[in-house]
């Protein structure tokens, strides 16, 4: 069984800054795209930062100019590095990865339990 774990969320004031990470053990054989989602209290899951096993990076437009996303491959772990934060960015951000277990086996979808990021007036 595949985990992902996440760490680094907190409280921060506005305008700071956070870098969460997600490292992903267990049966692995290769992962595909890794992905930071976020949601905020009585709103919808909604994705945040995308980046591909070739390290193509696609943002929400919330988060383009101030979150950057990478991975490190050989680590199995993707980071996100947040900066310039608004209270809008508070939410629980969730960890995403296409993960395969074995050579000839499908991609599955695994998610991390998700870290609370506060963010201040």
């Known amino acids: 069984q595949v985990q992902l774990v996440e760490s680094g969320g907190g409280s921060v004031q506005a305008g700071g800054l956070l870098r969460l990470s997600c490292a992903a053990s267990?049966?692995?054989?290769?992962?595909?795209?890794m992905s930071w989602y976020r949601q905020a209290p009585g709103k919808e899951r909604e994705l945040v930062a995308t980046i591909t096993s070739s390290h193509s990076t696609n943002y929400a437009d919330s988060a383009k100019g101030r979150f950057f996303i990478s991975r490190d491959s050989p680590k199995n772990t993707v980071y996100l590095q947040m900066n310039s934060l608004k209270p809008e960015d508070t939410a629980v951000y969730y960890c995403?990865?296409?993960?395969?277990?074995?050579?000839?086996?499908?991609?599955?979808?695994?998610w991390g339990q998700g870290t609370q990021v506060t963010v201040s007036s």
């Open positions: 267990g049966t692995i054989f290769s992962i595909g795209a």
């Open positions: 995403y990865a296409a993960v395969k277990e074995a050579y000839s086996g499908p991609y599955y979808s695994r």
